[in-house]
């Protein structure tokens, strides 16, 4: 009884104090100046603490990384960085110069090279390649930071935050170090007296500084109709036809591929002539892509919940309000945490795509020598056991008779049988299973487990895996469907006819598609321009994707 | 946004390169150095026929390069990186700081005359497209013997590798290569098996040489051949410029190692646009303009409203 009335149960709370007494020097209020801020950083960051930075593949907290890259080595080391998304040069660069020594992160597209490289030079230590709502689930769990860096539109001297449409992260990772005695700062564009709304309250930020330039945010799902060609649309048909209609989806989450904004623009064209409308497609989660206006427009959909926003959306989503989650300013209110979720266990089906599938359906975007990690696509992209709402399409992957059988989350794959640069999607083996071993990681960095997919399709047809009772079945209609990949060339045409007869798999034919009416004239809006119109003008593309 | 300055190797060559370059008095200083180096007028190695030889070829490279990088800095235009392929790595290593231009012409000239000593015949490089380099890789370990040796060696996109070694193995690797489904696999016109380990004992050679000569830690990042890595290390440089003949050149993780860390705009010293060839295809996100095709003054231009 003795010692436990001895133990403080405020460590963590008494060390934060002291580090805030030390900012006095620097800031007398929770405004830090901005060409303080690496001093700032100095003062708040101890040698070896778990610091959250800010970024996901659109909204990064640009001015507050490049300032810890600016930070003194010898007074600040071995940091264990937590990083949604490892985009910008300078996250790494804090490796590079010492400052970091230990990561963990979920997608590293824009690095993925150097990710690659710094392991291999044992200038990083990996903890793991995670999903986005896995790494936000730790930081409530083991991983719970001592310093959250994160980025905001505006603030009010009280350091209320107002985080406009593009909320996405900030409030989990704010809420994970603001309520574990954690130092939380944010960058903002702008000091304001009045915000539009409040969207994180100022008593769980302890500093605001402004930045020398607004955040990095990058319009990075925008389609432009006009690189969509006419075997995506045929992609595009066959799924409207042989997935949508077939099983009844009504809720879903796209990726951000040209082949998925395909089937969003099919919809008020083809998905309108066979009298799906009110059928499929109705609740999405998904970012406000502007290849989504039509259907939006012509009534097909009733809602989207999103991860993120995108650049040039802003007075769209604002005057569709019963689309669009928005706060009473009218913006958005986006947020990568919860639509995670619902995409996880709220929705019907995921579309996805990959650049290599093995003959037993496993996916990764890892090639060799490029370390990617996975963003969100494993959530979206598995069949989570811990689903019980049922769904007409969830019921339908049903294939047994067992009283206690489920349904499933349908799990769609679509991919060409060769990407770019004439290399088969299809191969025998993963590059990712070289890269565990190359990189020294305990699992290969599969994307989407083979088990958990549902469908692939391709410019041949459609494999229907839910429907196939053993691997070597499963082998047979991928196999069937792989063009003339080493994988496709191993199918046999007698056992395919019988997986066709049997709809396990299905060709164009079989779905009464014609090859040749799979024509870009089927698209709802054929380049950027036409999208502007369907959206009375309200959509405002960022200059580059425009032509007039 | 950031800039970086990519320097050619042997294969951009052509006759006349050095009395086609641009009429900037820095690059009119280059030539008379290279002129007071050499101690022959450098006007005479642009030849067709003197670019038979490859010590005449590896110093015209040097020389055009340098000259019209000099031409930047004198109009104020300093890159954030530079990378070489191969000989070029000597302009890169000039541009950056880490060499002098008058003892890179001395080691160009002993580079290329070692490698011309080291395999008189019957030895070359050939490209093959459509493949990864793990398949040549495999191809080439599959085909090569001990009298007629064949590495796979340069990676200069992820589906165009060069194989080098004996002219009879490297036929049999394009042949293998062309019935597996290659887009092109031909023979290169280059006489030496470089970048492969047939070339070790001219990278010793050449680093025993290096080793007396003065080089400098670089004020701008020089990215290896070897490694792929950006190197701000003076010995690691030297190990580089040495050992880059008997290595293959890693440009295809080179150029997108140059993307990760931010370039946006790359310029091609001249002479040629084989290496902005690859980099538009491998790097979509970002510029790459070669001297030879826009000028000099469009470059300059570039550069500056890219940099400003």
């Known amino acids: 009884m003795q010692a436990a009335k001895q133990r403080s149960w405020n460590t963590r709370l008494e060390a934060k104090q002291k580090r805030l007494e030390k900012m006095k020097g620097i800031t007398s209020n929770r405004i830090i100046p901005t060409r303080q801020i690496v001093e700032a950083l100095e003062t708040l960051i101890m040698p070896g603490d778990r610091v959250v930075l800010e970024g996901n593949n659109q909204k990064q907290a640009s001015f507050l990384s490049a300032a810890l890259a600016q930070a003194d080595p010898k007074k600040l080391f071995d940091l264990h960085m937590i990083m949604s998304s490892i985009s910008r040069p300078e996250h790494l660069d804090l490796f590079e110069y010492g400052i970091a020594s230990k990561v963990d992160f979920s997608y590293a597209g824009p690095q993925s090279l150097r990710m690659a490289q710094m392991l291999e030079d044992g200038k990083l230590t990996m903890g793991e390649i995670h999903t986005y709502v896995e790494l936000y689930g730790r930081l409530f769990i083991d991983l719970i930071p001592s310093v959250a860096l994160v980025a905001a539109d505006k603030a009010d001297s009280e350091g209320n935050l107002y985080t406009g449409p593009n909320t996405e992260e900030t409030p989990t990772l704010v809420e994970a170090a603001g309520f574990s005695s954690g130092i939380v700062i944010a960058q903002v564009n702008e000091l304001t007296d009045e915000l539009p709304r409040v969207d994180i309250p100022g008593s769980w930020i302890d500093f605001v500084v402004v930045a020398d330039k607004p955040y990095q945010l990058e319009p990075l799902f925008t389609r432009d109709p006009r690189h969509i060609t006419d075997i995506q649309i045929l992609q595009a048909m066959m799924v409207i036809r042989g997935i949508y209609e077939k099983h009844g989806v009504k809720s879903l989450n796209h990726g951000i591929g040209y082949n998925t904004a395909a089937i969003e623009l099919l919809l008020p064209t083809y998905g309108e002539s066979l009298g799906l409308k009110g059928k499929i497609c109705r609740h999405w989660a998904l970012n406000p892509h502007p290849t989504l206006i039509p259907a939006i427009e012509s009534g097909w959909v009733e809602s989207v919940h999103c991860f993120g926003g995108e650049v040039g959306m802003e007075k769209y989503v604002a005057a569709r309000r019963d689309v669009f989650f928005t706060g009473h300013d009218g913006s958005l209110r986006s947020n990568r945490t919860l639509c995670q979720l619902a995409g996880q266990y709220a929705v019907d089906l995921f579309v996805g795509s990959s650049l290599q599938i093995d003959e037993a359906g496993n996916s990764s975007t890892v090639t060799r020598g490029r370390l990617a990690g996975f963003g969100g696509a494993p959530n979206m992209g598995h069949d989570p056991g811990g689903r019980r709402h049922s769904s007409q399409a969830w019921l339908d992957m049903m294939t047994d008779t067992d009283p206690l059988a489920r349904g499933r989350k349908l799990v769609v794959q679509v991919v060409e049988t060769f990407q770019n640069g004439n290399k088969p999607v299809f191969v025998e083996s993963l590059d990712a299973a070289g890269a565990k071993a190359d990189i020294g990681l305990e699992t290969a960095p599969v994307m989407i487990y083979g088990q958990d997919v549902t469908h692939i399709v391709t410019e041949e047809g459609i494999a229907y895996l839910y429907k196939t009772d053993s691997m070597e079945e499963r082998r047979q209609a991928i196999a069937a469907i792989a063009g003339v990949t080493p994988i496709g060339l191993k199918h046999d045409i007698k056992a395919s006819e019988k997986l066709r007869r049997e709809g396990l798999i299905a060709l164009p034919e079989d779905l009464g598609i014609r090859r040749t009416d799979a024509k870009r004239s089927l698209l709802a809006a054929k380049n950027v321009e036409e999208l502007v119109e369907w959206s009375e003008g309200l959509y405002e593309p960022p200059a580059k994707f425009r032509s007039w | ?308």
């Open chain 2, 1 to 308: 946004m950031k800039l970086a300055f990519v320097f050619p190797g042997q294969g951009s060559q052509k006759n006349g390169m050095l009395h086609s370059l641009p009429d900037h008095p820095a690059a009119l200083e280059v030539l008379q150095e290279a002129r007071e180096v050499i101690g022959e007028n450098v006007l005479v190695l642009d030849t067709d026929k003197a670019l038979k030889s490859t010590v005449s070829v590896q110093l015209s490279l040097l020389i055009s390069s340098v000259a019209v990088s000099k031409a930047f800095k004198a109009e104020g235009v300093i890159p954030d990186f530079v990378a070489g392929h191969s000989a070029g790595a000597f302009g890169a290593a000039v541009m950056c700081g880490a060499m002098d231009f008058s003892d890179a012409l001395e080691m160009v000239k002993l580079r290329g005359e070692l490698m011309e000593q080291a395999f008189p015949s019957g030895y070359g490089m050939g490209v093959i497209t459509g493949f990864d380099a793990r398949t040549v890789n495999e191809l080439a370990a599959a085909i090569s013997s001990e009298e007629n040796p064949v590495y796979r060696s340069n990676i200069n996109a992820a589906d165009q590798v060069t194989i080098s070694g004996s002219i009879p193995g490297i036929k049999e690797v394009l042949d293998q290569a062309g019935q597996r489904g290659a887009r092109t696999a031909e023979l290169l016109n280059v006489s030496v098996p470089s970048h492969c380990p047939l070339l070790n004992s001219v990278g010793d050679s050449l680093y025993d040489k290096l080793a007396s000569v003065n080089i400098r830690v670089p004020y701008i990042p020089y990215a290896a051949n070897r490694t792929a890595r950006l190197l701000r290390d003076s010995e690691q440089i030297r190990e580089d410029l040495a050992y880059n003949v008997s290595h293959p050149v890693r440009w295809y993780e080179i150029s997108s190692l140059l993307c990760e860390h931010g370039t946006r705009l790359l310029i091609e010293m001249p002479p040629g646009n084989v290496l902005t060839t690859l980099n538009k295809r491998t790097l979509p996100g970002a510029r790459s303009v070669s001297v030879d095709e826009n000028g000099l003054d469009n470059c300059l231009f570039l550069a500056k409203r890219f940099c400003s």
